[in-house]
């Protein structure tokens, strides 16, 4: 059985460092957040952009804006009227505790609670959010990583959040650059090779997948970008 270090070292030797979060600002972290749920990475990007062509990349910005005019902007990330909603709820907690230099000031179990109790908040992204803006060593599970983890035999899939990322964190150096050098290579992973219908012959992990194995895996030939 494949352990959490093994998957993360063959897929680092593959695809190499992917520079994660791909952002310029804390905010906009923040709102890729948000945006990505349920949504391929890039209508997010679409979304990002009218939010920055329309000057509301920040928080006060997005405050001050009609929740209709910003779910307008948010159109291409699909749950456009949800996820205006959920902003606008993460943004004013974001406010309300000093921004992002005030969520320093707290520890990662009681800023996780805070994130979770902001109505819209899951754990995939207020984790996103740990990780990528304050560099807490914490793991983001997403639809991705179950998908993974199912093929390789490792998890059925339908666990708990929770449950999936106790299977990195217990079996991982607790380094937030490790987990999140760890998630990017699981999205590039899941945006590429292991995909609905995998493309095992041209998966890094073929050798270490029952799956695999089973499509034709085997002969690996890395995605270099
Ligand atoms: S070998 Fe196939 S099923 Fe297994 S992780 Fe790679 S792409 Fe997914």
């Known amino acids: ?9 063959t897929l680092y030797a593959a695809y190499g ?8 600002t804390d905010y906009e972290i923040i709102a890729g957040a948000v945006l990505t ?5 890039r209508n997010v990007e679409r979304a990002l952009a009218n939010l920055r062509a329309r000057d509301l990349l920040a928080p006060a910005a997005v405050m001050a804006v009609s929740e209709a005019e910003l779910a307008d902007a948010l159109r291409p990330a699909g749950y456009y009227n949800v996820k205006a909603g959920r902003l606008r709820n993460l943004t004013a907690a974001l406010i309300e505790d000093g921004g992002v230099s005030g969520w320093r000031q707290w520890s990662t179990a009681s800023l996780r609670r805070r994130l979770l109790g902001v109505r819209g908040v899951g754990a995939e992204t207020a984790d996103c959010i740990l990780l990528y803006v304050l560099d807490r060593p914490v793991f983001v599970v997403d639809a991705y990583t179950r998908r993974i983890l199912a093929r390789l035999n490792l998890a059925r899939g339908d666990e708990s959040y929770d449950v999936l990322a106790h299977w990195f964190l217990q079996g991982l150096p607790a380094q937030p650059d490790v ?7 699981l999205v590039r992973l899941g945006s590429g ?9 041209v998966c890094p992990l073929a050798d270490l997948c029952p799956t695999g194995r089973c499509h034709g895996g085997g002969v690996v030939v890395a995605e270099r970008q």
């Open 1 to 9: 059985m494949s352990s959490p270090q093994a998957v993360f070292d």
């Open 17 to 24: 460092p992917q520079h994660w979060w791909p952002a310029t």
């Open 37 to 41: 749920q349920n949504t391929a990475w």
């Open 179 to 185: 987990y999140n050098e760890y998630h990017a290579l």
């Open 193 to 201: 090779a292991c995909r609905p219908r995998p493309r095992c012959p």
